[in-house]
């Protein structure tokens, strides 16, 4: 229950307007509680609707997505783009394919978005899009069709100065090149700043492709260092997943002096006590996308184990989730507390559930939220739209510099709002509320409501 009526009758209008939308609803409540903090001394929200306009996208784009398979069969799924925010700059946010994607987790991801991008500090609005689309298991060229079928769709609904996509789960390098190529087919026009994510030969970024894992371990070695003098320095490192985010974490993770012991994927997880062998893990996931448990079949001494929860009864001084949302409950919460973890810093968005949470924090764990944490990815992609407008590309370590800078002010940036708001410490009421004030004085002055 919110302590401010207002925000209380904004939640229930959630609730009511999209009863199952779950994961857009937890999402929301998040910010309301932390805003619950502040609304007294902004009467204004209330008296111009801001929060009541801020919980709704501004636009909701759906539509079909037609494609032949291999075999000449026709295949129908579903795309979408939402458009959430665009009070700070253009639309930005990632595309996720997998077939969980729906309406709710697509709202809670373009939400969070626009306040992670408003942490950045760099001028970019909140999105998020995709389609149940499974590229598991599909040939290249069948991959290949689906993304000209979706962009076919997409093209019209974005643009450089207008939403620019990248990817998430399920798009990586290989989606974004054929999309870019959709793009520019069907609009006769190199626009390079259209999409983030680009290969380095065209308008891509040095630096994007690890940014979202090296910026959660930039930010974690801050957090580290700032709340507890402390470092990655011999520390023994979970990670969940094995996709882009949790490969590049392990690599910097690595880099920083700890030693990750254990990565997953959505069947189980593998544990390698000696510490993972990184060059293994990207021959089998990035060299010919298999499957984690072929780790334990290449490195003697590692084991995998069916289940991918299992991951987190490992005991480790630093938990870093990395691949999808609610993966860890509030029992999983209160094993990985009981083993002595030290940090939990959200790689994947919204992997904690909000109980899950509540037991880091009342453990005196540290803990830095998703939307602070792997804000790395979407920072360096607006690095990449800067080198777009300029014609110009930075080298790799000053990309590198940029986002390590980026990360340090955001974890600088959420802990002095936490300081501010009477709760020093709990970076998810900071990273919530330095994120909302640039938005909503924005939204004042534009005079959006
Ligand atoms: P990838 O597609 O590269 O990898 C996803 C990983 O998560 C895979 O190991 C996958 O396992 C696992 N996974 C996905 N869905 C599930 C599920 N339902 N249950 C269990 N495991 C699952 O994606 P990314 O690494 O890019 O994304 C991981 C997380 O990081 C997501 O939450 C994403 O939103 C977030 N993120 C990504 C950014 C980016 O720049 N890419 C930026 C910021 C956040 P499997 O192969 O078995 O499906
Ligand atoms: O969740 C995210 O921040 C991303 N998937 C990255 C988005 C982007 O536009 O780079």
Redesign the pocket.
């Known amino acids: 229950m919110l302590k401010s009526e207002y925000l209380q009758r904004v939640y229930t209008g959630v609730i009511t307007r999209d009863p199952d939308q779950r994961e857009f609803h937890q999402a929301v409540l998040e910010v309301l509680e932390s805003l619950d903090l502040i609304v007294d001394q902004h009467p204004e929200y209330e008296e111009r609707g801001i929060i009541e306009t801020f919980v709704e996208p501004e636009r909701m784009i759906c539509f079909r997505v037609p494609w032949d398979d291999d075999q000449g069969r026709v295949h129908v799924n579903r795309g979408y783009r939402i458009q959430f925010s665009s009070a700070i700059g253009p639309y930005k946010g990632?595309l996720?394919f997998?077939p969980?994607v729906n309406l709710s987790i697509l709202k809670f991801?373009g939400f969070e978005q626009i306040l992670k991008n408003s942490l950045t500090g760099l001028p970019m609005g909140g999105a998020k899009g995709g389609s149940d689309f499974d590229p598991?298991g599909k040939s290249d060229t069948e991959v290949m069709r689906f993304c000209q079928s979706f962009m076919t769709e997409l093209n019209r609904h974005i643009g450089q100065f207008v939403d620019v996509p990248?990817?998430?789960?399920?798009?990586?390098a290989r989606e974004i090149g054929y999309l870019f190529g959709q793009y520019r087919r069907v609009r006769g026009s190199y626009d390079a700043g259209v999409l983030t994510?680009k290969g380095l030969s065209f308008g891509g970024s040095l630096v994007r492709t690890e940014?979202?894992g090296y910026g959660l371990c930039y930010l974690t070695e801050e957090m580290l260092k700032c709340m507890k003098k402390e470092s990655f320095e011999g520390k023994t490192v979970v990670i969940?997943?094995?996709?882009?985010?949790?490969?590049f974490a392990t690599e910097k993770a690595a880099q920083l002096g700890g030693k990750v012991v254990a990565l997953?994927?959505?069947?189980g997880y593998i544990h390698d006590p000696s510490g993972i062998d990184l060059d293994v893990v990207k021959d089998i996931?990035l060299g010919h996308r298999g499957?984690?448990r072929e780790y334990a079949d290449r490195v003697p001494g590692s084991t995998y184990t069916e289940g991918?929860r299992g991951i987190w009864n490992i005991p480790c001084d630093i938990a870093l989730p990395?691949?999808?949302?609610n993966?860890i409950d509030g029992s999983i919460a209160k094993t990985i507390v009981k083993n002595g973890v030290m940090a939990v810093a959200e790689?994947?968005?919204?992997?904690c559930l909000p109980e899950a949470i509540r037991v880091f924090q009342e453990a005196g764990v540290l803990f830095a939220p998703?939307k602070a944490a792997?804000?790395?990815?979407?920072a360096t992609?607006g690095l990449e739209m800067s080198q777009n407008s300029m014609r110009y590309s930075w080298s790799f370590e000053e990309v590198d510099r940029r986002l390590r800078d980026i990360m340090v002010n955001i974890f600088h940036n959420a802990y002095n709002a936490s300081q501010e708001c009477g709760v020093p410490g709990d970076l998810v009421v900071g990273a919530n509320i330095a994120g909302f004030l640039k938005v909503s004085q924005v939204m004042v002055a534009q005079g959006l409501i």
């Open positions: 990632g996720r997998h969980t991801l598991k990248a990817g998430d789960i399920g798009v990586g994510g940014a979202t969940s997943g094995s996709g882009n985010v949790a490969i997953s994927d959505s069947n996931k499957r984690i991918f990395c691949a999808t949302q993966e790689g994947a968005n919204m992997p998703a792997n804000a790395g990815g979407v992609s």
